[in-house]
C-alpha cells in the first residue's frame, strides 16, 4: 500500500489543525512502531509471590520439573534386592524398608546386612514364636511319669504296685 507523503508546511492550512494530525495516529497507515513479525515477545513480568514460603516452593517446583526423569532400574538391581529380601515375611521387609537411609535399592540391601535390622527382627521372630506356645505344656509341673508298655513290664510286682499306687495319687490330687 504506497503511503501518501503530506508536507507539512504546504498542508499547514488553518482548516488542517490538531484533530487531523490526531486522526493520522489513530489511523492504521501511520507511522507508529510495529513489531517486526519474527521478533521475540516481550518477556512477561515475574509474578509476586506475597509469602516466602510459597516463593521456595515455587522455585522447588521448577526445579523439579526442569531435572530429567530417572531411568529404569537396572534388572541385575532387583534381583539383588529380590535375593537379599529372602526369607522375610511382610511385615519384616516393610521395616527393613522403613529403616533403610532411602528407598534406593542398594541402601535397601544395605539395611538387611545391618546388624541391629538383624537382631530387631531375630527378637520380633522370637517374641512371636513365644506368643504361638501353649503356655505351660513344656513345664514340669505337667510332666507325666508315665512309662511306656514294655518298662511296665519289666518291672518287679512291688514296683508295678507302686507305679500304680503313684499313679492313682496324681489322678486323685492326694
Known sequence: MPEEKKDVIQDSSPETGADDLFNDLDSP???????PVGAAPEEKPQ?????????????????????PVQQGTNPMEVVKLAKSLEGYNEDEVAFISRNSKSGK????????????????IAARRKKLADLKK????????????EKSI?????????????????????????
Do not use: C, H
Open 47 to 67: 509474578k509476586t509471590v506475597p509469602y516466602d514460603r510459597f516463593r521456595s516452593v515455587l522455585e522447588e517446583n521448577k526445579s523439579l520439573k526442569s531435572r
Open 29 to 35: 497507515d501511520s507511522e507508529v512502531e510495529k513489531t
Open 105 to 120: 535399592i542398594d541402601d535397601i540391601i544395605a539395611t538387611t546386612k545391618d546388624e541391629w535390622v538383624q537382631d530387631a
Open 134 to 145: 501353649v503356655p505351660g505344656s513344656t513345664g514340669s509341673d505337667f510332666a507325666s511319669n
Open 150 to 174: 514294655s518298662e511296665i513290664q519289666a518291672m518287679t510286682p512291688e514296683q508295678a504296685q507302686a507305679y500304680e499306687d503313684e499313679l492313682n495319687r496324681e489322678s486323685t490330687g492326694i
